[in-house]
C-alpha cells in the first residue's frame, strides 16, 4: 500500500527544486521527500520550502530530505537526477546519454527494491532515451513509468501561437510529438485554434501575411537553448509540466497529453519512446493513441526514432551502476 498524498523527489538541483516548489504552490502533496547524493544541498533545499508552508494561504505540507527506503510508501516518484545542458554547450540533449544512463541505472535499481507500485516520472534527459531505459531494464510496470516528453514543448507552441495571434493559450489545440529535442515536430494536422481552424485565423483576425509554420517550428525549438543562455537552466516550464502530470494522475482525470514512452509499432516503429498522445489516470498510461497524421509528419516521427535511437546504440544495454 502507498501514501497517495505522498509525492519523491529524486535530484536537488535547479529542476527538481523548481518541481518541489510548484507542488507546494499548488498544494499537490501532503508530503514530499527530497533525494540527492549533495545531501547537505537536500537538507538545504528541504528546510526552505518547509518554511513557506507556514504563510497564511499556503498549504500545510511536512517535506524533508530522506533515503530511497521513504519510496517504497510514495504514490510517485519524480526523476530529475544528472546534469543539463549548460550555456555555451552543444545544443543537443542527446550529448548527455551516457552519463545520464549510469545515473539512471543508480537510481532505479535502488527505487525497486522499495516499490513496484508509485507511478515514476521521468524529467532526465535525454528524456526519451531514459524513459526507455527505465522501462526496459526494470522489472517495473511500463504503465506505470511516464516520461515528460513533448508537453513542455507543446506548452511551448501554444505559447508561441497564443502570442503570435494575441490571445488567450488555453484556446490554442495540438501537439509537438516525437523526440523531446531536436527531431521533435509540430504535428500541425493536430492543431486547431477555438474550433475554429489554424487555417482559418489569419482571416479571421485580419492578418495581411500567413501564417509562417516553419519560422514557428524553429522559434520552439531553438526557444529552449535561449533560456539556457539567457538564464543558465530551464527549469520553470518543465516544473509545470510535472505539475500537470501530477494533478492528472491525483484527481484520476483520464485526460490525454503527450508523454513519452516505448511504442509498439505505431507508425511501424518499435523499441524506442517517443512522445504520442496518451490518457492518463491515477493508474498511469491506460491507452496510447496513434493520431491520423499526414503523410511528412509520419516521416518525421520515424526521423525522430532514428535520432534517439542512434543515441542509445551510443550505451551498452547493460551499464555498471554508479557507485
Request: glycine residues 6%; negative net charge.
Given at each position: ?36 547524493i549533495n545531501e547537505k544541498k537536500c537538507m538545504g533545499e528541504s528546510l526552505d520550502t518547509s518554511h513557506a508552508t507556514a504563510c497564511v494561504g499556503s498549504y500545510n505540507m511536512y517535506i524533508h530530505e530522506g533515503t530511497y527506503e521513504d519510496c517504497?510508501d510514495a504514490s510517485m516518484i519524480i526523476i530529475t537526477a544528472g546534469p543539463s545542458i549548460k550555456p555555451g554547450e552543444t545544443p543537443d540533449r542527446l550529448i548527455l546519454t551516457k552519463t545520464n544512463c549510469k545515473i539512471m541505472d543508480s537510481v ?216
Amino acid at each position: 500500500m502507498f501514501d497517495e498524498g505522498k509525492i519523491v523527489i529524486v535530484g536537488a538541483s535547479n529542476v527538481g527544486t523548481a518541481v518541489l516548489n510548484k507542488i507546494v504552490d499548488f498544494g499537490l502533496a501532503s508530503e514530499v521527500v527530497l533525494i540527492d547524493i549533495n545531501e547537505k544541498k537536500c537538507m538545504g533545499e528541504s528546510l526552505d520550502t518547509s518554511h513557506a508552508t507556514a504563510c497564511v494561504g499556503s498549504y500545510n505540507m511536512y517535506i524533508h530530505e530522506g533515503t530511497y527506503e521513504d519510496c517504497k510508501d510514495a504514490s510517485m516518484i519524480i526523476i530529475t537526477a544528472g546534469p543539463s545542458i549548460k550555456p555555451g554547450e552543444t545544443p543537443d540533449r542527446l550529448i548527455l546519454t551516457k552519463t545520464n544512463c549510469k545515473i539512471m541505472d543508480s537510481v532505479m535499481s535502488q527505487i525497486v527494491q522499495y516499490t513496484k507500485d508509485a507511478i515514476i516520472l521521468v524529467v532526465t534527459n535525454p528524456l526519451d532515451v531514459a524513459t526507455y531505459y527505465v522501462s526496459d531494464n526494470f522489472d517495473y510496470p511500463r504503465e506505470k513509468i511516464i516520461g515528460t516528453g513533448t508537453l513542455l514543448e507543446t506548452f511551448r507552441l501554444r505559447r508561441i501561437l497564443a502570442d503570435y495571434y494575441h490571445l488567450d493559450p488555453k484556446l490554442v489545440h495540438g501537439y509537438v510529438l516525437g523526440e523531446h529535442g531536436n527531431s521533435g515536430f509540430v504535428a500541425w494536422s493536430t492543431v486547431d485554434i477555438a474550433s475554429l481552424g489554424l487555417d482559418n485565423m489569419d482571416e479571421f483576425l485580419n492578418h495581411n501575411y500567413k501564417l509562417n509554420k516553419s519560422m514557428i517550428e524553429q522559434k520552439i525549438m531553438q526557444v529552449v537553448y535561449d533560456v539556457i543562455n539567457l538564464k543558465g537552466c530551464t527549469n520553470t516550464g518543465i516544473a509545470m509540466v510535472v505539475c500537470r502530470f501530477i494533478k492528472a494522475i491525483k484527481y484520476n482525470e483520464y485526460t490525454i497529453l503527450p508523454m513519452s514512452s516505448i511504442l509498439t509499432g505505431e507508425y511501424g516503429i518499435h523499441d524506442v519512446a517517443l512522445s504520442l498522445p496518451c490518457m492518463l489516470n491515477n493508474t498511469g498510461i491506460i491507452k496510447r493513441f496513434t493520431p491520423k497524421l499526414t503523410d511528412e509528419e509520419i516521416e518525421k516521427m520515424i526521423a525522430s526514432a532514428k535520432s534517439v535511437k542512434s543515441a542509445m546504440e551510443a550505451i551498452e544495454k547493460k551499464i555498471e551502476a554508479v557507485a
